[in-house]
């Protein structure tokens, strides 16, 4: 959010909550498909309720680790720290910033100076 120029901050929050709010759905949605599906097949296969659940839940929660692990490894190689430069410009920036404040601060003593 902070790349993001201020006049498009409202549609990159925007897009930032219902991306997250989406993967959330899709996530609980696969993992319950693979917990019903590995549940469906083991009671086919002539387990008890109890234990065809908790193999559909372990399926389930491999996968949960398996997709989190995947997500991390992305995040790591597309949010690396950018390179120095970035920075020298926000401190060149800052400094420009200062440079107009102590000139008018000088243009307002000259003024206080000369009125009667």
């Known amino acids: 959010m902070q790349a993001t120029p201020p006049a498009r901050a409202g549609i990159a929050s925007a897009l930032l909550n219902a991306s997250r709010e989406v993967a959330g759905l899709l996530g609980i949605t696969v993992i319950g498909a693979i917990l019903r ?3 469906a097949d083991a009671l086919r296969a002539g387990a008890d309720p109890v234990h ?3 193999d559909g839940y372990h399926l389930g929660l491999l996968v949960t680790i ?3 692990a995947a997500g991390v490894a992305v995040s790591y ?3 690396r720290p950018r390179a120095a430069a970035p920075t020298a410009t ?8 200062l ?9 307002l003593m000259v003024a ?3 009125a009667p």
């Open 99 to 107: 440079t107009i404040v102590d000139e008018l601060a000088g243009e």
């Open 112 to 114: 206080d100076e000369v």
């Open 66 to 68: 398996l997709l989190l």
């Open 52 to 54: 065809a659940f908790v």
């Open 77 to 79: 190689v597309t949010l």
């Open 37 to 39: 599906t590995r549940r």
């Open 90 to 97: 926000r401190e060149s920036a800052a400094v420009g910033e």
